[in-house]
């Protein structure tokens, strides 16, 4: 299993620039979340979901977009960059636990570097 | 509000010393406990996670943990810690939200290990 991956590793993109930042898992996991971490300021959730076809929003929600089509992939879209969004921006899935609440824990990926000029 | 706090924020200790990183939570019920690890320029990984049953935990990499009710208490140790266990180390509190399950997280520490 590859587990969870992202891409790009790296990206630099300039104010107002759009782009579309990749996650997938290969776990069969219903339960993908997106993460922004910052110095000082830990991870922070931007949004999740809890199976193909419904998302929600985390704590940090504003200038990102996502959605889920299939089991595997988990997209985040930044509409229009803006130097606050400058991040390491982390996937994670996990697994529905029999009860069906997620299990929680969380499998991550390896992250995304994002700089925005 | 629910909260975690892990109140040192950089830690520094010699090879083959004992560590012991602290984690304290804010939360009416009994948590879900985690502890992630996270090497410079990669993903959290997972160390050790407490559901129910004993109260000490053992983890990957010759960690563990104990869950302590009366002190919302959730530290994680090792008795002799290696070059490679320098990185970040974060804990984190499931709360059951609906359907969901959502993760607090403390803001890290960051573990120096001195040769």
């Known amino acids: 299993n590859a587990g969870v991956t992202q891409t790009p590793k790296f990206q630099v993109l300039k104010t107002g620039q759009s782009m579309t930042l990749q996650c997938a898992q290969d776990?069969?996991?219903?339960?993908m979340s997106w993460y922004r971490q910052d110095p000082g300021m830990g991870l922070r959730l931007i949004h999740y979901?809890?199976?193909?076809?419904?998302?929600d929003q985390g704590e940090v929600p504003n200038g990102y977009n996502v959605s889920r089509s299939t089991t595997e992939d988990f997209p985040l879209r930044l509409l229009s960059a803006a130097p606050s969004q400058t991040s390491v921006y982390f996937c994670?899935?996990?697994?529905?636990?029999?009860?069906?609440?997620?299990?929680?824990?969380?499998?991550f990926g390896p992250g995304t570097r994002l700089t925005v000029l | 509000a629910q909260s975690v706090t892990q109140p040192d924020i950089h830690i520094t200790v010699s090879e083959g010393a004992s560590l012991e990183l602290r984690c304290n939570y804010s939360?009416?019920?009994?948590?879900?406990l985690f502890w992630y690890v996270q090497s410079p320029g990669q993903g959290l990984q997972l160390l050790l996670k407490?559901?129910?049953?004993d109260t000490l935990v053992q983890g990957i990499k010759g960690f563990e943990a104990e869950f302590k009710r009366s002190q919302s208490s959730f530290n994680l140790r090792k008795p002799s810690v290696h070059w490679s266990d320098a990185a970040e180390y974060f804990c984190?509190?499931?709360?059951?939200?609906?359907?969901?399950?959502?993760?607090?997280w403390g803001l890290g520490t960051s573990l120096a290990v001195n040769p």
């Open positions: 994670a899935s996990s697994y529905r636990s029999r009860s069906g609440a997620p299990e929680g824990t969380q499998y």
């Open positions: 776990m069969n996991h219903e339960y």
């Open positions: 979901s809890v199976g193909a076809g419904i998302t």
């Open positions: 939360y009416g019920a009994t948590p879900y």
């Open positions: 407490y559901f129910s049953g």
């Open positions: 984190a509190v499931g709360l059951n939200a609906g359907n969901n399950r959502k993760l607090i």
